[in-house]
């Protein structure tokens, strides 16, 4: 009888405080929520410093290797040309540059071309007279610059065969010639992954923002 008795009391007692254990858990669940509330807003937070720190080593580092490239291909000019040939292409293509759009710059270009079919500058010089060129000419003039000048490089890392397979994207889509333009484009994504433009963006970036996605 006794033993009933301390029983009903012990169960009485845990009744009366089931309802206060059942707050203070529920007090505690809410705290723990608020705190990994707090944490992921520090992740947040966190992600955008460090992401964009993160893209810009990237950027570097591909910029670096691009520069590599470029210096390689300028060391097959400096086998085949003397320096003061060299500087003269560069002299002939730095007037174009001074005077983008003008006879003047057109006519300094062809000359280079001319007289240095084979160097890395001409490559871009091509490139130059294709985005001054319209219709067919440019067409033609950026083919040029995939079949033969494909791998000229600018300064900046700007491959001039892979740049002239996005403009040539850009012109078949206008002119709704959607079959060249997606051939080009999977090249571009297969063949050119590390291609970018003067901006640094790569051209696969490029591709997916032109298109909408």
Known sequence: M???IILGISMAIAAIHAPALAQEKADDIAQLKQRVDQLENQ??????????????????QRQRELRKKFELRNK??????????????EKLYQVANSKWGTA???????????????????GCAVLYLAQTS??????????????????CMYGDGVQVGALARFLLVQSYKSSNDEEKAE?????IRTKFPDAVDHGGNLLVD???????H
């Open 76 to 89: 097959q000019d400096q086998d085949k040309y003397s320096g003061d040939q060299l500087a003269e292409a």
């Open 43 to 60: 992740v947040r937070e966190m992600s955008k410093i460090l992401d964009p720190l993160k893209a810009q080593q990237v950027r570097d």
């Open 2 to 4: 006794r033993k009933s």
């Open 183 to 187: 051939a080009l484009e999977n090249e």
């Open 206 to 212: 490029d591709l997916k923002e032109s298109s909408g």
């Open 134 to 151: 319209k219709g067919p000419e440019q067409t033609a003039k950026l083919n040029e610059c995939v079949e033969k000048y494909n791998d």
């Open 104 to 122: 003047e710059a057109t006519e300094s270009l062809e000359k280079m071309i001319k007289q240095y079919p084979d160097v890395n500058r001409t």
